[in-house]
């Protein structure tokens, strides 16, 4: 049986102004909240300097040892960002990237 997401955190958008994340089953809310989140519609939402690198990696940090997924895809998706962050030493963790075949057809890397 395929794991369900209702449980996870999956990292949406990072690179951007705001970070989007999607946590359907809320049972992260009091952690996000506490990171500065702000629940809009079916997303956690934050908004960030552009060039606050240092707070970024600090949540991104936050958000591995919250097993959170961080979509795959193309143009700096939150998977390719964490990536560079590794490249350049700013991160040394592992975490989970998520990659998307169709709707409910995903797989989960540990990276």
């Known amino acids: 049986m395929r794991e369900s997401l209702d449980n996870k955190i999956i990292v949406v958008e990072l690179a951007g102004q705001s970070i989007l994340l999607s946590n359907s089953g809320d049972n992260f809310k009091k952690e996000l909240i506490a990171m500065g989140f702000v629940k809009k519609g079916k997303y956690y939402a934050l908004d960030l300097p552009t060039k606050d690198i240092t707070q970024r990696v600090t949540l991104i940090k936050k958000l591995i040892a919250l097993e959170a997924l961080f979509s795959n895809g193309k143009d700096w ?35």
Request: no cysteine; charged share 35%.
């Open 77 to 111: 998706s939150p998977s390719e960002l964490v990536d560079y962050y590794k490249e350049i030493g700013l991160i040394d963790s592992k975490y989970y990237k998520i990659s998307w075949k169709g709707k409910d057809d995903f797989y989960i890397v540990l990276k």
